[in-house]
C-alpha cells in the first residue's frame, strides 16, 4: 500500500543534495554558483551511506476515507516535538506519551466520526502513523532493526519487542480485566496497535508481565512501544546497507 510512497521518499533522500546542487547549478544565478559546484562536487564524492545517513528521517501522510480523515507528520530524528489532536482524549494521552519517550516529531490530527463510536479513529490513526514511519524509514538501510524494552509503571510491567522486518505481525497478549478507561474502550488498543504493525511492515510483540490497573497497563505498552521502536530505528555505524542477509527489508 505505501509502496510508491516508499519509492518516492527513498529517492528524495538519495538524490536530495544531488538534486538541490543540479537545481542551483542550472539556474545561472552568480552568488549560487559557487556553492552549488561544491554542493555537486561533495554530492559526487561521498559514499551513499553517508548521504543517507546524514539525511533526516521524516514522512507526512494524509489519509481521508468517509469515516476519518487524518494528516500525521513523523520525524524519526526529530525535533522532537508532539501536537496530538484525534479527538479521543485517552488515544491523545497515549500518543503524546508514546512521542515523548520515542524522541520522535509526531503531530497527528484527526477527525474522525466518533458519533458513532471512537473505533474507525483509533484504527485509522494506527494506520496512518504506521505509514508514515514506513516511508520515514524508506529502504532502513543502517538501521539497528531490533528493538525491545521492559517499561514498569506502579504495580505494571510490559515488555514490547519489535522487528521492523516488512513482515506485518502482532502478538498482543494482553489481559485486561475492565472494558473501558474511563469513556475509552480498552479493547481498540489492540486494533490500533494491529493497524500500526501492518502499515509499518512491523513485527509487533507485546507481552504483558504483570499489572492490574487498565490505564497502567496501556499507558507502559505506549512507553514500551516508544523505547523499543527508538531503538531499532537508531543507526549502527556497524550496519552497511540493509540489515537482512536477503538485502530487502
Ligand atoms: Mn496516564
Known amino acids: ?22 537545481k542551483t547549478a542550472t539556474r545561472p544565478v552568480k552568488a549560487a554558483k559557487k556553492t552549488a559546484t561544491k554542493t555537486a562536487k ?8 553517508r548521504r543517507r545517513g546524514s539525511a ?10 468517509s469515516e476519518t480523515s487524518i494528516r500525521v507528520d513523523l520525524a524519526v530524528d ?25 524522541h520522535i516529531g509526531l503531530i497527528v490530527k484527526a477527525k474522525g466520526d466518533l458519533q458513532v463510536d471512537d ?8 494506520l496512518s502513523i504506521g505509514e508514515a514511519l514506513s516511508r520515514a524509514l ?21 515488555a514490547v519487542s519489535v522487528d521492523l522486518s516488512g513482515r506485518p505481525y502482532l502478538v498482543y497478549n494482553v489481559k485486561i480485566r475492565h472494558h473501558r478507561v474511563g ?5 481498540l488498543i489492540e486494533d490500533f496497535m494491529r493497524a500500526l504493525a ?32 527508538s531503538m531499532a530505528c537508531a543507526r549502527d555505524a556497524r550496519v552497511a546497507g540493509v540489515p537482512s542477509t536477503k538485502g530487502a527489508l
Open 1 to 22: 500500500m505505501a509502496t510508491s510512497g516508499k519509492k518516492t521518499t527513498r529517492k528524495k533522500t538519495a538524490a536530495k543534495s544531488a538534486k538541490a546542487a543540479k
Open 42 to 49: 561533495a554530492a559526487k564524492t561521498a559514499p551513499p551511506s
Open 56 to 65: 533526516k528521517r521524516s514522512a507526512s501522510v494524509g489519509r481521508k476515507t
Open 78 to 102: 526529530g525535533p522532537a516535538r508532539y501536537a496530538i489532536d484525534t479527538g479521543v482524549a485517552f488515544l491523545d494521552h497515549m500518543l503524546e506519551t508514546f512521542a515523548r519517550h520515542a
Open 119 to 126: 473505533h474507525h479513529t483509533v484504527e485509522d490513526v494506527g
Open 138 to 158: 524508506g529502504d532502513k538501510a543502517g538501521i539497528v532493526r531490533f528493538g525491545h524494552f521492559e517499561a514498569p509503571l506502579d504495580e505494571t510491567l510490559m
Open 183 to 187: 469513556d475509552f474502550e480498552v479493547g
Open 198 to 229: 501492518t502499515a509499518a511492515g512491523m513485527n509487533l510483540h507485546i507481552n504483558q508481565r504483570y499489572g492490574r490497573n487498565p490505564h497502567h497497563i496501556l499507558e507502559a505498552t505506549f512507553k514500551a512501544l516508544a523505547r523499543a521502536l
